[in-house]
């Protein structure tokens, strides 16, 4: 009831300011990746709520998008290794949630973000005409698809966990 009524009331102010509803609940960073880890575990002891972009604040919101680039960087260290093209469009924030404990406290954020690709070990394309031609022109020969991750972030905006549940992974249409 309380986790309704604190939806409630920030739908009627028009926006979900996390600021003002998060207290010091993770005073480091690794206080906040035991969260994510007990989530992951016990997922049962939370209330979601899925979010739309108008149901946050303009800042929270440009936060949560910074978050988002910030854990898509090292997709080149990972997904983007195998066969794999990304689009130079922006990344796409798919999902946005928030998670409360039993008592009824926002715990996190949970975002799941996404951008273009394409699966190039199956088609035939020239690398060099990337310089020359935009990459959909290039790859449009090759399956299409999305490369999509979740990430918990903390109620203060500090900390972002990527979920060991949903990392970086090639999703095709």
Known sequence: MKI???????LTLGTFNAQAS???????????FEFAWNYAHNADQYEEVQLT????DKKTLQKLHH???QNAIIWYD????????????????????????AS????AFHITYSRLAWATDSCEFDSEEFESKRKEDVLQNCPSGHIKESAFISPDLRYSEVDDNARADFEGN
């Not at 998060?22 to 906040?32: H, I």
């Not at 972009?53 to 946050?56: A, F, G, I």
């Not at 983007?80 to 999902?95: I, K, N, P, R, V």
Request: with cysteine.
């Open 104 to 107: 009824g406290n926002l715990a």
């Open 67 to 69: 978050w988002a680039d």
């Open 78 to 101: 990972t997904v983007l290794e195998g066969d794999f093209q990304e689009s130079d469009d922006a990344l796409h924030l798919d999902e946005i949630s928030a998670l409360y404990d």
């Open 22 to 32: 998060s207290d010091v609940r993770y005073p480091d960073r690794n206080s906040f």
């Open 4 to 10: 309704l009524s604190c939806l409630i009331a920030a």
């Open 53 to 56: 972009p108008h149901d946050l």
